[in-house]
């Protein structure tokens, strides 16, 4: 692949996080290798972001654009990334915020490696509740540059299921945008079917760093679409990428997808633990449907149906409360 020049497009999508979305793009501008330029996508918002994007965006470098109607999402991403210019491109939710030295280091390691097509690193919760506020770094997953290739992907999205790269950490050859494609509107977890497909094509790196800040709040768009949702997607998009990957290698296909069904079954029947030990019925019978219909079988519906009602009864009476700050908006 040849090295690029070096104009980077931070692109952002919003929707009624004014004051969020604010901080995100000051963030941006105040990165150690600043973004040529900022793209801002309003997804038709009905608070006060119109107004805050009009004031950033008086000053050099900020784009605001806005929606006629809103996407839910998806579509703002694409039209945001559609309007970039810039030879690299750089995602963040507007709810997150870059750490400042996050453009400097994920450009300069695709500068001096010119196989790679996109980079992505580590991130920091910022867990956010009413009256409390904790900044915790997760742990990086390697000393070194982990890469993920074609060779590697469904390995590596078996092992490192819960989150297999933040969305605000990545950083793109624009070349990599335009051939992987836009965000599928099919899906809510689009982001997981994008890198999914864009590995199948260029070397992924993860880089020993953190690159983000990581806002953990009970607005999150995790918490809104739901664990259930959430796990039948990545299913489904890493079952297709088993079958475009290793569709003439039957051995490997049939070994592969059984290792997958196995960990995915696995975790959700940790999250159903989870659920359980807190309290939350709704969610534990949500996991036991994931377990049940949506890891690669269909179990009967009586079977289905005394699992709710064993859940429930071990739920009865009780308060759903949450135990654990990060986990109560994680996917799992």
């Not at 900044?135 to 390995?155: A, M």
């Not at 219909?293 to 519906?301: L, M």
Request: charged letters at 25%; a positive charge; one cysteine or more.
């Amino acid at each position: 692949m040849t090295p690029t020049a070096g104009r980077i497009s931070a692109v952002i999508a919003t929707y009624n996080r004014a004051a969020m979305v604010k901080q995100t793009v000051e963030a941006a501008l105040a990165q150690t290798r600043p973004p040529t330029e900022i793209v801002v996508m309003d997804d038709c918002s009905t608070d006060a972001t119109t107004d805050v994007l009009a004031e950033l965006s008086a000053g050099a470098g900020v784009r605001a654009l806005r929606r006629a109607q809103n996407s839910g999402g998806n579509g703002s991403w694409n039209e945001a990334a559609a309007a970039a210019s810039g030879d690299y491109i750089a995602f963040c939710a507007d709810d997150d915020r870059w750490l400042p030295d996050h453009l400097e280091a994920s450009v300069r390691y695709l500068e001096q490696h010119p196989e790679a097509g996109f980079v992505h690193s580590g991130f920091v919760d910022v867990v956010e509740k009413p009256g409390y506020e904790s900044v915790e770094p997760r742990k990086l997953r390697s000393p070194e540059p982990l890469e993920i290739s074609r060779d590697n992907l469904i390995r590596y999205m078996t092992r490192y299921y819960d989150w297999p790269f933040h969305f605000s950490t990545l950083v793109l050859r624009r070349e990599v945008w335009q051939q992987t494609g836009e965000l599928n509107r099919a899906y809510q977890l689009a982001d997981t079917d994008w890198f999914v497909r864009a590995v199948e094509r260029y070397r992924a790196v993860l880089l020993p760093c953190h690159g983000v800040y990581n806002r953990r709040h009970p607005g999150n768009w995790s918490n809104r679409v739901g664990s259930a949702k959430m796990q039948a997607e990545i299913f489904e998009i890493v079952e297709a990428a088993i079958g475009r990957l290793l569709g003439e290698r039957r051995l490997h296909r049939t070994a592969w997808r059984a290792i997958w069904r196995a960990n995915v079954r696995a975790r959700l029947s940790l999250t159903l633990w989870h659920r359980l030990k807190s309290g939350h019925g709704d969610a534990a019978c949500a996991a036991w449907h994931g377990i049940l219909q949506n890891t690669g079988r269909k179990s009967p519906v009586w079977a289905e149906r005394a699992g709710e009602k064993l859940w429930r009864w071990c739920c009865r009476g009780r308060v759903a409360e949450v135990r654990d700050a990060r986990r109560s908006v994680s996917p799992l």
